[in-house]
T-cell receptor, first 114, second 117 residues
Framework: ELKVEQNPLFLSMQEGKNYTIYCNYSTTSDRLYWYRQDPGKSLESLFVLLSNGAVKQEGRLMASLDTKARLSTLHITAAVHDLSATYFCAVDDSYGGSQGNLIFGKGTKLSVKP | GAVVSQHPSWVICKSGTSVKIECRSLDFQATTMFWYRQFPKQSLMLMATSNEGSKATYEQGVEKDKFLINHASLTLSTLTVTSAHPEDSSFYIC?????????????FGSGTRLTVV
């Protein structure tokens, strides 16, 4: 059974600081996703990581995937208040190309304070 | 990009009544759609996988007679919560992927907040 562990679950940051959110998963997968959720809203797709060593950046966020270590990271650079939200990683429980179901981590609630 | 439309955004119903939630893929065809439930301050849990033209696949612990799923066309899946009770109050979210394009992952609907009183 695929399990996804995300940490930390809560993160309070000061503006301008850097931090990393970690996502570990338990079985082989080659598709990992990062989503953002604002209170009362649905999920917004941030990154789709499809191969070992994949690195993607968008603004102050950068995500990477190490399939051998079964680890993905979401790095936040020079945080700003607008980044306050809950961030979820999710792993596709299929392997080898077929469409599968997403298994979500518990989410990291990020609060960026002035 | 791929767009998934979900309606209604919120609904309040009385105990014992049924509620239907619609999920449409607007600019692509989705042979498979996924239904998730999210309780307050928790993560998303997959309820069922909706397959066009065939029966849905339910996750363990999800009552298929209570959560009826119909996927009658390539662009529409519906979730009906039958005989709703207060413990069914939750945020329901559907998702789908556009298999016809370069893989861009899953797109989520805007969600439906169900409150059963």
């Amino acid at each position: 059974e695929l399990k996804v562990e995300q940490n930390p679950l809560f993160l309070s940051m000061q503006e301008g600081k850097n931090y990393t959110i970690y996502c570990n998963y338990s079985t082989t997968s080659d598709r990992l996703y990062w989503y953002r959720q604002d209170p009362g809203k649905s999920l917004e797709s941030l990154f789709v990581l499809l191969s070992n060593g994949a690195v993607k950046q968008e603004g102050r966020l950068m995500a990477s995937l190490d399939t051998k270590a079964r680890l993905s990271t979401l790095h936040i650079t020079a945080a700003v208040h607008d980044l306050s939200a809950t961030y979820f990683c999710a792993v596709d429980d299929s392997y080898g190309g077929s469409q599968g179901n997403l298994i979500f981590g518990k989410g990291t609630k990020l609060s960026v304070k002035p | 990009g791929a767009v998934v439309s979900q309606h209604p955004s919120w609904v309040i119903c009385k105990s014992g009544t049924s509620v239907k939630i619609e999920c449409r893929s607007l600019d692509f065809q989705a042979t498979t759609m996924f239904w998730y439930r999210q309780f307050p301050k928790q993560s998303l849990m997959l309820m069922a996988t909706s397959n066009e033209g065939s029966k849905a696949t339910y996750e363990q612990g999800v009552e298929k007679d209570k959560f009826l799923i119909n996927h009658a066309s390539l662009t529409l899946s519906t979730l009906t919560v039958t005989s709703a009770h207060p413990e069914d109050s939750s945020f329901y979210i559907c998702s789908a992927s556009d298999q016809g394009r370069d893989w861009r992952g899953y797109t989520f609907g805007s969600g439906t907040r169900l409150t059963v009183v």
